[in-house]
């Protein structure tokens, strides 16, 4: 039955992200597995409808904020104010009390009020002025960053960086898709008419349910041994941490889950490598001047690492 409240979920949002199906398995496979996922693409491809139109399937509240380098950490995760009436301190809620918090332009924020994300995204809480503020659950970020744009970013720490499950692009539509993009939106957005298809309720329930997918024992030295090799490669400066084999390992539950798979196989392990792996991985300098990126080094070590053999026991 929850796996097809997730086929119902993914139908949904296909109904306004339009020929983007690898894109919305993984961003639900990232809800349901408890991350976070980081989007690196141009504007205008979808991103904002992405993240509501989930929010609208699962009966959620959707926040957004615009990432500016004039934002404060106190605009993001909130703020005590005085009550004079009362003579006490008020907690005023920030945006991130929500459900999906779509971070746009995540990187044109300072690093002091990016990392005002950091305690959000790991322990799921917001601490001010020393008292600790539980968030709603499900509680997920759905950040972007434009690639091309220079001027007026920063680049987001690694620790902001390991906290992301995955990070994936939307990437252009074929011609046919944007073809039937302008027949869809030729009179309203087909957002206007989405219904719930989900309650919060059932992506907790089912965040809990994939926990329990089989994983074999090879399958988990797989992963080990490739996030174990990123921390050895000649061409990077800093490999992946353990967060990154976690991060592996919950996808890959998550992944097989969606498919109606009972057990981890390590072909999904192999195929969730790049996005879980990319944006944990620092090249050397060299590495970088010589056409060097981190899907090649993905690749790289993918093929150098030998694949087991496993079957459900």
């Known amino acids: ?12 949002i296909e109904k306004v992200i339009l020929g983007k199906t690898d894109v919305i398995r993984h961003v639900i496979a990232a809800l349901v597995a408890g991350g976070h996922v980081l989007i690196e693409d141009v504007p205008g491809l979808g991103k904002t409808y992405l993240a509501r139109s989930l929010a609208l399937s699962i009966s959620g509240l959707f926040h957004r904020i615009q990432f500016t380098p004039d934002l404060l950490p106190s605009d993001v995760t909130g703020v005590s104010i005085y009550n004079q009436q009362k003579k006490i301190f008020e907690f005023r809620k920030g945006p991130v009390f929500t459900n999906i918090l779509l971070g746009d332009e995540l990187n044109r924020a300072t690093p002091r009020t990016q990392s005002a994300l950091l305690e959000c995204m790991e322990e799921r809480q917001v601490t001010v002025d020393g008292v600790t503020h539980i968030l ?14 220079q001027q007026g970013v920063y680049n987001l720490p690694e620790a902001q960086l390991d906290r992301f499950l995955i990070q994936i692009a939307i990437g252009y539509p074929k011609h046919y898709v944007e073809m039937e993009i302008l027949e869809a939106q030729k009179k309203k957005h087909p957002i206007e008419n989405l219904e719930p298809v989900l309650k919060m309720e059932d992506v907790v329930s089912i965040q809990e349910q994939i926990r329990d997918l089989y994983v074999d024992e090879s399958v988990r030295d797989y992963i080990v041994s490739l996030v174990e090799k990123t921390r050895v490669h000649p061409s990077l400066v800093l490999g992946a941490s353990p967060r990154a084999s976690l991060a592996l390992f919950r996808m890959g539950q998550a ?7 009972e057990f981890l196989r390590p072909d999904v392990v192999k195929l969730l490598a790049k996005p879980v792996l990319r944006h944990r991985l620092i090249l050397k300098p060299q590495a970088r001047l010589g056409g060097v990126t981190a899907d090649q080094v ?16």
């Not at 709603?136 to 744009?149: D, G, K, Y």
């Not at 992944?255 to 798979?261: A, E, K, N």
Request: net charge neutral.
């Open 136 to 149: 709603p659950r499900p509680f997920f970020v759905l950040a972007t960053q434009n690639p091309i744009e």
């Open 298 to 313: 993905v690749e790289d070590i993918l093929h150098n690492t030998p694949v087991p053999t496993t079957r459900r026991v």
């Open 255 to 261: 992944m097989c889950y969606l498919d109606g798979v």
């Open 1 to 12: 039955m929850s796996r097809e409240l997730l086929n119902r979920l993914q139908s949904n």
